[in-house]
């Protein structure tokens, strides 16, 4: 996990900042994508929904760091949200994206605003691959549905723009787990690089979602952190089951609303119980004054 001061690049950047090229029509992006690939140039890609904050720069950077050239997205996908209410309060803060972005230090960074009717056109020729149950783990349970958007969208913009290499962070375990998943599903040759989890400086996961919280809510939302500190710490002692236990009893007179805790293999998304695998994960899910949070760590 790599842990950042809020803001910090405002002030270490403001003196090269330049101009971000922003593109609104496929047409226009795909122009640009064909004169990238027919120089022989490497194209990295970093899908998101906007309110960018530190998590999503430090996936820029690290493509800025592996591609001649990194394409950002924002798009706020309807098909990933099972919630309607939940898709209207999405934070939108799109001349903040813009500025953020501009801040960083790469000129070879693009900016696409898709448009629904591009994306998913009436001829849409997407096809659902069988995704082996893991879309109804963890997750799918509580959103029935939204690993379809999720895939859907993800497998579009793919067929788009065909990069290089793509960004994801390992907060959202799950659905990386799942893009690796289709990614071979498809035959995409993209190579999918899993990121680091970035933390405020307390240990609260950076979410786009954290917009909707004031201090005293992120000071509550810590507990997710600290109950993933101590599953790892009782793993070593304690299978599964109990320690499941354990972690709800944190929970109890609590202000934060446990969803759900899981211990899954980190390879098939199956739930742990009575025996640990080699390669655990918990995955936890919480609502601090109805603004759903989720967070993951290796054990």
Known sequence: ???????????????????????????????????????????????????????????????????????????????????????????????????????????????????????????????????????????????PGHFDGVVHVIHNLFKQISPDRAYFGEKDFQQLAIIKHITKEYNFKIEIVACKTIRSIDGLALSSRNKRLNETEKKDALILYKALNKAKELKEIMPPKMVLNEIKSLFKNHVIELEYIFFVDANTLKELHDEWSENSVCCIAAYCNNVRLIDCMNL
């Open 1 to 143: 996990m790599r842990f950042t001061k809020k803001r910090y690049r405002f002030a270490y950047y403001s003196k090269s900042i330049v101009k971000l090229e922003v593109y609104s029509n496929y047409d226009s992006l795909k122009k640009s994508i064909v004169k990238i690939k027919s120089e022989g140039l490497s194209l990295g890609f970093i899908p998101t929904m906007g309110a960018l904050h530190e998590g999503h720069l430090s996936l820029i950077d690290n493509s800025i760091k592996e591609n001649n050239y990194t394409l950002v997205t924002i798009f706020v996908n309807p098909l990933q949200f099972n919630n309607p209410e939940d898709l209207k309060k999405y934070p939108r803060t799109l001349n903040q994206d813009k500025e953020l972005i501009n801040t960083l230090e790469s000129k070879n960074i693009l900016l696409y605003l898709p448009i629904y009717e591009e994306l998913f056109p009436e001829n849409d020729a997407f096809i659902p691959v069988n995704l082996k149950g893991m879309e109804r783990e963890m997750e799918g349970k509580y959103r």
